[in-house]
């Protein structure tokens, strides 16, 4: 159709898909800037103005207006859990951007009268008590009060869950179960248990206890996942790299995405791992899958990647801020032979390492598997978190051909971070200037669902400014990163990471037809206000996978979510806040802010004999009693 001028003309060669009138930032050094892409089977064909893609509409091209709207390569979250999180995401009251808890509370409450008899309402990940008002987390006699009949189940971070007397009584928890290994069932004074659940510091307790609740079963598990994969494109994002998990059995939990993948309904490209589940024979299960599937077995749009996110259970440090760093035992001997079997294989890995104590031992075992000429031997591998890597082990990465994936898990445990380790730790926590520096290759993920919220704009946020969600500035400006450099973490060291990019990460002719029109442009918008982008319109491969606004409508159908009475069938998944800005809300935050230096001066002040130590008094009439 005729659109601003635009009229059908190509025959032979016209576009599936054109989207003009963009502010469009390419990643592309020979053309870092376009107004209009041309798509044809899934692949970008011309990047450029409107002439360059007029001779490429023909009668049956869709052509769209970006309105001038910033559009934006698609983002790759380097670290999700988006295989687990789909095949739970209906089943799940989602407190992402909830910001009081009470609103919190309420849907609780209003949750658990909808819940059928035998079911659970569960708040797994993507929130902090840092976010709330009341900066706290519900206790118990709370979720009693909101749900007393219905099991209510509430993980915070990988620190604790708080449950109520129905879910106590789900799971089977008495005075007499015993507490399992690292972590603890708190009791009280008649030695029954309370409700708190505490990872001390495994978080082993907490996934153990979810898993007590139903799950999803056939068909219902495709379309949960469907509706994941749309709150995931929700925000722009068209691939991921999934780092498996706890509770994450291959190949069962596996198979809804490859029955989508065989279906042509995926609408994220997902690239996985496969992570050992059980210890005691993590190198049985790594010999096993080597013989069932290789590395990049699949196509662009699922795909294996390696193993790990763990190779052995005795080598993981859990990353709880809230409890000291776990001293593990002796490892290597096992994990050594987990690392030479990958290599002999040519399977590449990531690798979960919260400390720098245990990434130094992890590459003294990768360092004498080098001298043997065996590491890395071509194949991919990585370092996730790392928030407390050292400079000379950033070295010693960069010699054995590693990469890096830092997520924004201090985003909501920076707070907790330096309540243990200090500000100086957690300026550097983890020191993405010095990866950089060294030309490491950096991706950024989010950790979701069960820390971090899934929506990766509230990583780029903390990636810029270095501030959690509570508003805590906890990285100075020198380990911060300009708004294309964070950009580039979630897009092009994305890519590489999978050994893709020569296919995706930027808008260029050849390249995968991947790409985001944002709500608000990300380059010039406030820094505040980075947090509150979402897209308007998702394009993977050439497909509308996500619209909004004005392009409502556009986009696949999807089947009802199910079960109708689903927390995301009346909820929805992130509550979006409005824009800051200057807005009034902003300048009343930034006025208490005042008020309360004010008054803490006045406290110095006093304390110093400077001024009398009497607070003030109130002097405008319609406040005195």
């Not at 505490?198 to 379309?223: H, M």
């Not at 080598?315 to 990958?342: C, H, I, M, T, W």
């Not at 995706?504 to 985001?516: E, H, I, N, Y």
Request: charged share 25%.
């Amino acid at each position: 159709m005729p659109v601003g001028g635009l009229v059908p003309l190509a025959t032979d060669d016209a576009a599936d898909l054109v989207v003009r009138n963009a502010k469009i930032y390419t990643g592309d050094p020979g053309r870092p800037k376009a107004d209009a892409v041309a798509i044809r089977d899934g692949v970008i064909t011309v990047v450029g103005d409107d002439g360059d893609v007029a001779p490429h509409i023909g009668p049956a091209t869709r052509v769209v207006d970006a309105l001038g709207r910033r559009m934006v390569p698609g983002l790759n979250d380097s670290h999700l859990h988006v295989i687990r999180g789909g095949l739970n995401y209906v089943l799940e009251l989602r407190w992402d951007g909830v910001r009081t808890l009470r609103q919190g509370l309420a849907m609780l409450r209003e949750q658990a009268a909808r819940t059928p008899k035998g079911q659970w309402v569960r708040v797994v990940g993507g929130w902090s008590a840092e976010q709330f008002a009341e900066r706290r987390l519900p206790t118990v006699a709370e979720l009693n009060a909101v749900a007393p009949d219905t099991p209510v189940f509430v993980l915070h971070l990988y620190q604790s869950a708080v449950l109520n007397r129905a879910a106590l009584r789900a799971a089977g928890y008495t005075r007499d179960t015993p507490d399992p290994k690292g972590g603890q069932i708190v009791r009280g004074r008649d030695g029954e248990p309370t409700g708190m659940l505490l990872a001390a510091p495994s978080a082993l307790i907490l996934y153990s206890t979810l898993a007590k609740a139903p799950v999803l079963e056939g068909e219902d598990k495709k379309t949960s996942t469907r509706h994941f994969l749309r709150e995931l494109n929700r925000f722009g994002l068209t691939s991921a790299i999934d780092a498996a998990g706890g509770f994450q059995n291959f190949p069962d939990n596996y198979s809804t995405v490859v029955e989508l993948a065989k279906a042509g309904q995926l609408s994220l490209r997902i690239a996985y791992h496969l992570f050992p589940q059980t210890a005691g024979q993590e190198i049985d299960d790594l010999s096993r899958w080597i013989e069932m599937v290789r590395p990049e077995d699949g196509d662009e749009w699922l795909r294996l990647n390696g193993a790990g996110e763990n190779l052995t259970w005795a080598a993981a440090d859990f990353e709880n801020f809230a409890q000291p760093r776990p001293d593990l035992s002796g490892y290597e001997v096992e994990f050594e032979k987990a690392v030479r079997l990958l290599m002999e294989n040519g399977w590449g890995f990531r690798l979960h390492a919260t400390y720098d104590e245990t990434i130094r031992r992890d590459l003294a075992v990768f360092e004498k598997i080098a001298a043997d000429g065996l590491f890395p031997d071509g194949n991919r591998w990585l370092f996730d978190h790392a928030e407390t890597v050292s400079a000379d082990s950033l070295d010693r990465i960069a010699a054995l051909g590693g990469a890096l994936s830092v997520q924004n898990r201090l985003s909501f445990q920076g707070e907790a971070f330096v309540r243990r380790y200090g500000p100086g730790a957690a300026a550097d926590a983890p020191p993405i200037g010095a990866m950089l520096e060294r030309g490491l290759t950096v991706g950024a993920g989010t950790d979701a669902t069960r820390v971090s919220t899934y929506n990766l704009w509230i990583a780029l946020h903390w990636l810029i400014t270095g501030r959690t969600i509570g508003d805590l500035v906890v990285r100075p400006p020198h380990n911060r990163v300009d708004r294309r450099t964070a950009l580039a973490m979630f897009t092009e060291a994305g890519a590489t990471l999978t050994g893709e990019q020569g296919i995706k990460g930027v808008l260029r002719p050849g390249f995968l037809a991947d790409l985001a029109v944002l709500s608000e442009d990300y380059f010039t918008v406030p820094e505040p206000d980075i947090a509150h982008i979402e897209s308007l319109l998702t394009v993977v491969g050439g497909r509308i996978v996500y619209a909004a606004a004005e392009y409502e409508g556009l986009d696949e159908e999807l089947p009802p979510v199910n079960p109708p009475w689903s927390p995301v069938a009346h909820f929805g998944g992130y509550q979006a806040t409005p824009l800051t800005g200057l807005s009034g809300t902003r300048q009343a935050e930034l006025l208490g802010q005042a008020v309360t230096e004010s008054e803490q001066h006045r406290q110095w002040r006093a304390r110093r004999g400077l001024t009398p130590d009497t607070a003030s008094t109130v002097f405008d009439p319609c406040f005195a009693l």
